[in-house]
């Protein structure tokens, strides 16, 4: 799994990064961090792309616009976000979606479904309104 995420756009060119992407599994990333990659600003042409450089399935998390994928067999599809009541804090959904959905994908579920696990649990580190700082009282109680 890969998350090319804005830190590494400092320091690498695209070239270098797409590049890599022809080893990996599973690429996830946000919009704008694709974008960026890849030049590219609809999240279906991105998953193409990703998938002509070599990545085997494509993950594309759009904030309250959900989140899109493209699979090994080149099946794309886009889910809508979580609702959530409130949106305070958000430090470490991604982190938090990233984790849902290898969690899931090991245990054998479909891509489809570990995307829609991993946006009910961004959803909810976003809705207790610590971010991921408070989701271990909000778990407990």
Not at 40 to 51: C, G, N, S, T, W
Not at 53 to 74: H, L, N, P, T
Not at 75 to 103: E, I, P, W
């Amino acid at each position: 799994m890969l998350d090319p995420g804005v830190g590494w756009m400092r320091t690498n060119p695209a070239e270098q990064m797409t590049g890599v992407w022809a080893n990996v599994d599973l690429l996830i990333g946000t919009l704008d961090e694709l974008q960026f990659w890849t030049g590219i600003d609809q999240p279906e042409q991105i998953a193409k792309r990703a998938r002509r450089q070599g990545a085997r399935r494509v993950v594309i998390k759009m904030g309250a616009d959900g989140a899109a994928y493209m699979d090994e067999d080149e099946n794309f599809d886009h889910q809508l976000a979580c609702r959530v009541a409130r949106s305070d804090v958000s430090v470490g959904t991604g982190d938090a979606f990233n984790g849902a959905l290898l969690a899931r994908l090991v245990g054998g579920e479909s891509l489809a479904s570990a995307v829609a696990f991993a946006q009910t649990v961004a959803a909810k580190v976003v809705e207790i309104g610590h971010g991921v700082i408070g989701w271990e009282r909000t778990v407990r109680a």
